[in-house]
């Protein structure tokens, strides 16, 4: 399975690769931050981010419509389909200066991990 190269240091396990759907996502909650995290099956990719969509601040991005534009993989708010990118967050749909937070996943034996050092830092 492919992961996100990184340097992270912090990573705390999210959940089972079989809890989360094909080519879906589902909400974990890490302290009091909800992360989306999502799985390519095509692709065989992984990627989490912020569950807020900065829009309109609804916990919703988990519950997004996922596909690829050009080739990068997006997601789509279902409240009013703004599309951020999964791979760096930024928004796609329109030239809004809103974007998402993107965390590192890696799996190690079917167990989902996130990379939560940029929480760190913000704490
Ligand atoms: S709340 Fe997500 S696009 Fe408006």
Same mark, same amino acid.
Request: proline share 4%; glycine share 4%.
């Given at each position: ?17 079989? *809890? ?6 589902? #909400?974990?909650?890490? @302290? ?7 799985? /390519?099956?095509?692709? *065989? ?8 969509? =900065? ?14 534009? @050009?080739? &990068? =993989?997006?997601?789509? #708010? =279902?409240?009013?389909? @703004? ?11 329109? &030239?809004? &200066? #809103?974007?998402?937070?993107? $965390? =590192?996943? @890696?799996?190690? *034996? *079917?167990?989902? $991990? ?5 929480? /760190?830092?913000?704490?």
């Amino acid at each position: 399975m492919s992961t996100t190269q990184t340097t992270t240091t912090n990573w705390f396990f999210a959940c089972k690769t079989s *809890d989360v759907p094909t080519n879906g996502g589902v #909400c974990v909650k890490y @302290k009091d931050e909800q992360i989306a995290l999502f799985y /390519f099956s095509r692709r *065989d990719e992984w990627y989490a981010t912020q569950n807020l969509c =900065p829009h309109r601040r609804q916990m919703a991005l988990s519950r997004g419509m996922t596909g690829t534009v @050009k080739d &990068e =993989p997006k997601v789509a #708010c =279902p409240f009013h389909k @703004k599309t951020f990118s999964l791979a760096d967050g930024r928004c796609i749909s329109d &030239e809004t &200066e #809103c974007s998402l937070t993107v $965390y =590192p996943v @890696k799996i190690i *034996d *079917d167990l989902v $991990y996130i990379g939560v050092d940029t929480l /760190f830092a913000a704490i």
